[in-house]
């Protein structure tokens, strides 16, 4: 069966779009995108909200030049990547009345299902193995890739925090995993890694609450670095 066309776009600065992005993982990733000079557009189910979220990270940083908007998820579904940044459990109900928009468009899915019990996280497993997969099964024509995972939302935000971090991407389409990759390497302290086929996207996934867990447990902010690549 031939895969859905790809539109991948070439050019820095981009315009990404993040469904759910007035949450702390959407605004974490919006003001570094924004800080390297990509246009970013906040998407909510209200609009109204989105606009105030984003001019609120726009005023927090008035040393940088944010270009970060907010409006619907179907206005920030124009943008030429979109990223998929709701509750796993609202992640199809979200892009499916977007599929015809985002036909043809990289769609980065940071979703995880994970539910708390007490000082742990534990990993769901979600209908098809991953939140990923679920939203590739919804837009059955777009380029789904799954990455940004591991990242806290809450070091993402503060722009005077320095990142370092190994960010995995897996993607059944390689115009995506390549896409994914060169938007984490365009954040400024991240390296993106192509981590093979959506199939990956369970254990990436699943692997969140173990590092959630490990940062609680231990009170830290550890982050996913991987040994043995030749720059590491
Ligand atoms: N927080 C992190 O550190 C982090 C890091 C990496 C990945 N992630 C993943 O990224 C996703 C977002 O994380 P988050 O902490 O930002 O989550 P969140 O605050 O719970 O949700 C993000 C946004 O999604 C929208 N939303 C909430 N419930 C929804 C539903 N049922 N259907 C559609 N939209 C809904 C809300 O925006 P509106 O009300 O404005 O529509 C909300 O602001 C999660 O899947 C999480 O696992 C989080």
New binding site residues.
């Given amino acids: 069966m031939p895969g859905p066309t790809a539109t991948v776009p070439k050019v820095c600065p981009m315009r990404i779009g993040i469904?759910?992005?007035?949450?702390?993982?959407?605004?974490?990733l919006a003001v570094r995108l924004a800080a390297v000079g990509d246009e970013v557009v906040?998407?909510?189910?209200?609009g109204e909200?989105?606009a105030g979220?984003a001019a609120g990270l726009v005023d927090a940083w008035p040393d940088h030049t944010l270009a970060i908007t907010g409006g619907t998820?179907e206005e920030c579904a124009g943008a030429e990547i979109v990223v998929?940044?709701?509750?796993?459990?609202?992640?199809v109900?979200?892009v499916r009345p977007l599929a015809d928009e985002l036909a043809g468009k990289v769609v980065v899915s940071?979703?995880?299902?994970?539910v708390k019990e007490g000082r742990e996280f534990l990993a769901l497993m979600p209908p098809r193995g991953s939140?990923a997969a679920m939203v590739q099964a919804a837009l059955p024509h777009s380029l789904v890739s799954a990455s940004?995972?591991?990242?806290?939302?809450?070091e993402?935000e503060k722009l005077t925090t320095p990142m370092a971090a190994d960010v995995l991407v897996c993607s059944d389409h390689r115009e995506a995993a390549e896409a994914t990759v060169a938007l984490v390497d365009r954040i400024d302290g991240l390296r993106g890694i192509d981590a093979g086929s959506l199939s990956q996207a369970a254990a990436i996934?699943a692997f969140?609450a173990v590092l959630?867990t490990v940062n609680i447990r231990h009170k830290v902010h550890a982050a996913v670095q991987l040994a043995g690549f030749p720059d590491a």
């Fill in positions: 469904l759910g992005g007035t949450g702390p993982a959407g605004r974490g906040l998407g909510s189910r209200d909200r989105a979220v998820n998929m940044a709701t509750p796993w459990d609202g992640a109900a979200t940071m979703a995880n299902a994970l939140v940004f995972h591991h990242l806290p939302a809450s993402m996934e969140t959630i």
